[in-house]
């Protein structure tokens, strides 16, 4: 599967951006996909994951701000960010994987072996 996001840019604090995650090739039977995100000088996290009853997690620095959501005819993922702040500032990766034990630890990166190229997010004070 190729998984390609887009949907990043710069905006100031407080403002919204959708990211879009595009997945090619087989889709079915995946348990998992998931937004992950890595500042600089940080290591990668997860932000938000929709297993395949679509069941959401999120962590608890974007609860309430951020929506993971799929459209399934469409093969795509998305996550709806508000009320964006400057500390929201990084690379944003999706990722989806097919094994079971993703829905164990559905933030663990980790756990998940097919990732897209990325689409940086940056928000100003």
């Known amino acids: 599967v190729q998984l390609v996001e887009s949907g990043g840019g710069s905006v100031q604090s407080g403002g919204s951006l959708r990211l879009s995650c595009a997945a090619f090739g087989n889709t079915y039977s995946r348990y998992c996909m998931g937004w992950f995100r890595q500042a600089p000088g940080k290591e990668r996290e997860g932000v938000a994951a929709i297993d395949n009853d679509g069941s959401t997690t999120y962590s608890d620095s974007v609860k309430g701000r951020f929506t993971i959501s799929q459209d399934n005819a469409k093969n795509t993922l998305y996550l709806q960010m508000n009320s964006l702040e400057p500390e929201d500032t990084a690379m944003y990766y999706c990722?989806?994987?097919?094994?079971?034990?993703?829905?164990?630890?559905?933030?663990?990166?980790?756990?998940?072996?097919?990732w897209g190229q990325g689409t940086q997010v940056t928000v100003s004070s």
């Open positions: 990722a989806t994987d097919y094994r079971y034990r993703c829905l164990l630890h559905p933030l663990t990166p980790s756990l998940y072996n097919y």
